[in-house]
């Protein structure tokens, strides 16, 4: 069993920055790749961005320059940090490693 949690989540204004992390329990594997997702009600969810087990990263071109993922080597820890935040970014966002999810953590930007 693999659990999954994320936190960092909060309301900022327009143009701030948050840092979200996920804390990964249970059996995992440095290769997996980890993931930020974040689903808006009424929308489909999205991916954020991506790093795998390699170090190769990914981004959803909304985020690019802006957001910057990592993660540790024995993919038990994930973050996200997120600088010039828009109202556009206000999301749950969830953390997945191989088929497992968070249960998310809520970030909103004010303008």
């Not at 969810?45 to 957001?67: L, N, P, T, W």
Request: glycine share 14%; with cysteine; aromatic share 10%.
């Amino acid at each position: 069993q693999v659990n999954l949690v994320e936190s960092g989540g909060g309301s900022v204004e327009a143009g701030g920055s948050l840092r979200l992390s996920c804390a990964v329990t249970g059996n995992t594997y440095s290769r997996y790749t980890m993931s930020w997702f974040r689903e808006v009600p009424g929308k489909q969810r999205e991916k954020v961005a991506s790093i795998g087990g390699g170090g190769d990263i990914g981004y959803h071109d909304s985020v690019k320059g802006r957001f910057t993922i990592s993660r540790d080597n024995a993919a038990r820890n994930l973050w996200l940090q997120m600088d010039s935040l828009k109202p556009e970014d206000t999301a749950m966002y969830y953390c997945a490693v191989d088929r497992y999810w968070g249960r998310g953590t809520q970030v909103t930007v004010t303008p």
